[in-house]
């Protein structure tokens, strides 16, 4: 079945630690995103990519890195420069590069740093 | 960027009653969508309508784009309805960012 991979689901880290959440997509599309969303709020966009080895900031970028090395893949890397790295993480796919169109998500991470 | 304010921010209902939702932007917006993200946090995408009326079952959505706002129209609503209904948009300077309310808060009571 076509559709968005995120994984883990759930992760416990130590301050400190650098963690990678994984993103796949078997959809063939261009644009990928990664959002983080806090309790009782809405999606903030950290950062996207319209296409392979490209990628933009988002409007809260710091402390997290991106890399789009293959089509399918957003690997979203949470360091230890986050100030406040637990959240909910999703990401999700749109077909076109250009203006973003219809969006699809993945189930989403659940990253708790201890 | 665009500022999206959602109304209202929370919903309590029973079993079978209707309910809009509505969604305010500050300025004009493309590739306007609603979606639902259940208890479980998933996000689905319910409606893709920059302009104009669509429906999908039980729900529809109407966007006015000249007025900046957007409706998401539920009937007969179900308990599996619950949930947060968020609507996002792409200012017409914005470059390929959504950016997303704070939600409606959804809950419909057997």
Known sequence: DGGITQSPKYLFRKEGQNVTLSCEQNLNHD??????????????????????NDFQKGDIAEGYSVSREKKESFPLTVTSAQKNPTAFYLCASSPTGGNTGELFFGEGSRLTVL | GIQVEQSPPDLILQ?????????????????LQWFHQN????????????????????????????????????????????????????????????????????????
């Open chain 2, 15 to 31: 079993e079978g009653a209707n309910s809009t939702l509505r969604c305010n932007f500050s300025d004009s917006v493309n590739n």
């Open chain 1, 31 to 52: 644009a990928m995103y990664w959002y983080r969303q806090d309790p009782g709020q809405g999606l903030r966009l950290i950062y996207y990519s319209q296409i392979v």
């Open chain 2, 39 to 110: 208890p479980w946090g998933q996000l689905i995408n319910l409606f893709y309508i920059p302009s104009g009326t669509k429906q999908n079952g039980r729900l529809s959505a109407t966007t006015v784009a000249t007025e900046r706002y957007s409706l998401l129209y539920i009937s007969s609503s179900q308990t599996t309805d619950s949930g947060v209904y968020f609507c996002a948009g792409e200012g017409e300077t914005s470059g390929s960012r959504l950016t997303f309310g704070e939600g409606t808060q959804l809950t419909v009571n057997p």
